[in-house]
C-alpha cells in the first residue's frame, strides 16, 4: 500500500494537493468582475509616492476589513507587498463589507493611476473569487 502514495508530492497525487509544482484551476473556479471604484485615503499614507512607483496595472491588490472609529464598514487596501494603500470609499464599501464578513473573499485590480498635485488616485476593479 505505501508504493501506491509516495510522500514527496509526485506524480497524479502531488497534482492534486498541489505539491508537483503543476497548477491545476479548481473546478468552476472564477473571478467575477463586481465593480469599479478608487482607494481612497491616499493623501494619508505615508511614503504613498515611494509605493505607488512599484505598482502597476492589472497588480493584484488584498482587501482586509479594520476595525476603524470613522467606519464601522472600513475595507483597508493593500499591495501584495503589504503596504497599506487607503480603503475602499465609504460610499462603496457597504455591500463588499457585508460580503467579506460573510466569508467572500475580494480583491481588486489595478486599473488606472496617476498622480494629482498631492495625491495620488488609484482607480481599481473589486472582483469575487468564486
Not at 93 to 99: D, K
Not at 112 to 123: G, L, N, P, S, Y
Amino acid at each position: 500500500m505505501s508504493d501506491l502514495v509516495k510522500k514527496d508530492g509526485g506524480g497524479l497525487l502531488g497534482v492534486l494537493l498541489g505539491t508537483g509544482g503543476l497548477v491545476v484551476p479548481k473546478p468552476f473556479e472564477r473571478e467575477i468582475y463586481l465593480f469599479t471604484t478608487h482607494v481612497a485615503g491616499t493623501t494619508h499614507v505615508d511614503n504613498i509616492f515611494e509605493i505607488e512607483k512599484n505598482i502597476n496595472i492589472g497588480d493584484r491588490l488584498s482587501f482586509f476589513r479594520e476595525d476603524n472609529k470613522h467606519d464601522d464598514l472600513a475595507i483597508r487596501v493593500e499591495t501584495e507587498k503589504e503596504e497599506k494603500l487607503g480603503y475602499i470609499p465609504r460610499e462603496d464599501n457597504i455591500v463588499f463589507a457585508r460580503l467579506m464578513d460573510a466569508g467572500k473573499e475580494l480583491y481588486a485590480k489595478v486599473k488606472t493611476k496617476e498622480i494629482v498635485e498631492a495625491w495620488v488616485r488609484i482607480e481599481i476593479d473589486i472582483y469575487l473569487k468564486d
